[in-house]
């Protein structure tokens, strides 16, 4: 039976690498894919992977059908075994009922990859929506790590390398920003929720003791 998947992790985890690595598999047994992205880091139209791979993709438009847009496709003679959706936390919530159609009443399996929480560890309504629909949630096994060492659980938005906790839900940005732009970082629960990232860890440790310890 088709389904609807949702493949979410941390930030830095494998997800897109994950996606590209499905279109590859399926596309080499001849199966045809469509593959649906938003914001990606490689500019629109484009699904990519921090280890640089990259293919094309349709940029989702806020508003847009997507249920329509493989329907309309269909119609014209096109062939779609499969959806893949990149990015599909910034997706509203309608779109992720039509992925959900997608897989329902054209018998399409439908793999959707994403973050679930924002830089404020609340849920993205894309993600939550996907997490209420999909047949099966696979949290990745790839393991990010937060600077210390321990799992990343938690997205963080840094601005200047310092963690920032107000703003709008979407702005985009990468891990591997400079450090006076906004970028992200992923860190474990504990230095999420003390605002600790690596650059402030880095620079607490070269301050000088406020206890100075003289010889003996």
Not at 55 to 70: K, R, S
Not at 158 to 174: I, K
Not at 189 to 200: D, F, I, L, P, V
Request: with cysteine.
């Amino acid at each position: 039976m088709p389904e609807l998947v949702f493949f979410s992790g941390t930030m830095d985890c494998g997800k897109s690498t994950l996606a590209l690595q499905i279109e590859h598999n399926r596309s080499a047994r001849g199966l045809a894919g469509m593959i649906f992205t938003r914001d990606d880091r490689a500019g629109e139209g484009k699904l990519s992977s921090r280890l640089g791979l990259v293919t094309d993709a349709v940029e989702v438009a806020d508003g847009q059908d997507l249920y329509a847009h493989v329907v309309d496709h269909l119609s014209q003679g096109g062939r779609v075994d499969y959806v893949i959706a990149d990015e599909a936390q910034f997706l509203a919530p309608d779109q992720i009922d039509q992925l959900a159609r997608v897989v329902d009443d054209l018998d399409v399996d439908v793999y959707a990859f994403g973050i679930t929480t924002d830089f404020r560890s609340k849920l993205f309504p894309g993600s939550q929506r996907l997490v209420e629909l999909a047949d099966r949630v696979e949290v990745l096994q790839v393991e990010a790590l937060c600077w210390c060492g321990a799992r990343a659980t938690h997205n963080a938005r840094t601005v200047g390398g310092v963690m920032v906790v107000e703003g709008a839900q979407v702005v985009v940005g990468d891990v591997a920003q400079s450090p006076d732009e906004v970028g992200y970082e992923v860190l474990c629960r504990r230095h999420h929720r003390r605002r600790t990232t690596a650059a402030t860890a880095h620079a607490a440790a070269l301050s000088p003791d406020v206890l100075p310890v003289s010889p003996g």
